[in-house]
């Protein structure tokens, strides 16, 4: 029956419970087909499609528990690639129905990362005040599992938003929220939807925060704080991390011309043309703007002729 399962081999399911006395006409009612549909599915036919009703069997309750955890990791990865196709919308509802699954599980660390992932769809679309209250959102659940980790990831990408809302007080302090966090978690024994925020990714949000208060012209932007985060956290990053990488290049590239150092900025821009060939995310590709803007108001025809390249980028 394992086997039979495993391959998807649904008339040898049915063969085998008719075998132990199971009749037609219950296997029809647990499967919710005509019982002539199951004489067809016994004499051959083949099942091109089926749904999978494991939610209304018969469960211990901690089963049922770890089926809707799996559920909701999974719809929320699918939510995650979505969201880096460009699939809005089929990530909007992969993501309403990870919470939903979570909050079933009773597992508020998991709610606590398919939210954080919502505000970042909200963030990514430019909705930053829909990001933010996502965000907070997210802390409640976070604080509800006791779990240090998935509060320093709400609390860094709190402070991101409100950075791109230019209100520095605000920003800074979810900064330091976050790395106070950071340092008390213990990511040898966070649950795996959260043990990917490493030092790495808190120097990376830290750069994104003073990149963002720069471009809202904001009193606290620390160009200088922005540019040894984004380095050092590049620095990190090796080689099966090319969308990280590719973010945190144009990052640091747009910090570096934003702060009138070409030298430096425009070989990191030619990098991030390098990489963008080789990826096929609509995320890294919508993350070019701000460095192309940046190209254009840099003065000489290598900036110039960097900004049409990255620009027929996104065009493809």
């Given at each position: ?11 040898q399911v049915f063969r085998l419970l008719r075998k132990v006395g199971v009749s037609q006409r219950a ?54 690639t979505s969201l880096d196709v460009g699939l809005y919308r089929p990530a909007r509802r992969h993501f ?221």
């Open positions: 029956m394992r086997r039979a399962l495993a391959a998807r081999d649904l008339a296997i029809a009612a647990a499967t919710g087909l005509a019982p002539s549909e199951v004489y067809e599915i016994l004499r051959g036919r083949r099942v091109m499609a089926y749904e999978v009703r494991l939610l209304h069997a018969e469960a211990t309750h901690a089963l049922r528990r770890q089926l809707h955890i799996t559920l909701a990791d999974l719809h929320n990865l699918a939510g995650w309403a129905e990870a919470i939903t699954q979570a909050r079933q599980a009773g597992e508020p660390s998991l709610l606590a990362n398919v939210i954080y992932r919502t505000g970042r769809l909200h963030l990514h679309r430019g909705l930053t005040v829909h990001a933010l209250r996502f965000f907070q959102l997210g802390q409640i659940a976070a604080r509800d599992a006791a779990d240090p980790l998935a509060v320093a990831v709400l609390s860094a990408n709190e402070a991101w938003a409100y950075g791109m809302l230019g209100d520095s007080a605000q920003a800074v302090g979810c900064l330091h929220r976050a790395r106070e966090e950071h340092a008390r978690a213990e990511p040898a024994t966070a649950a795996p939807w959260v043990r990917f925020f490493g030092p790495a990714d808190l120097d990376a949000s830290t750069g994104m925060v003073h990149l963002g208060l720069a471009a809202a012209d904001a009193p606290a932007a620390d160009l200088s704080t922005a540019r040894e985060t984004l380095t050092a956290s590049l620095a990190a990053r090796g080689s099966d991390m090319a969308r990280s990488r590719a973010f945190e290049l144009t990052a640091l590239a747009t910090v570096c011309l934003r702060d009138h150092d070409p030298g430096e900025g425009i070989p990191l821009a030619r990098q991030v043309a390098e990489l963008v060939g080789e990826l096929r995310s609509v995320r890294v590709i919508d993350r070019l703007a701000p460095l192309i803007d940046q190209l254009a108001a840099t003065p000489g025809t290598d900036a110039a002729g960097l900004a049409r390249q990255l620009s027929a980028a996104g065009a493809r």
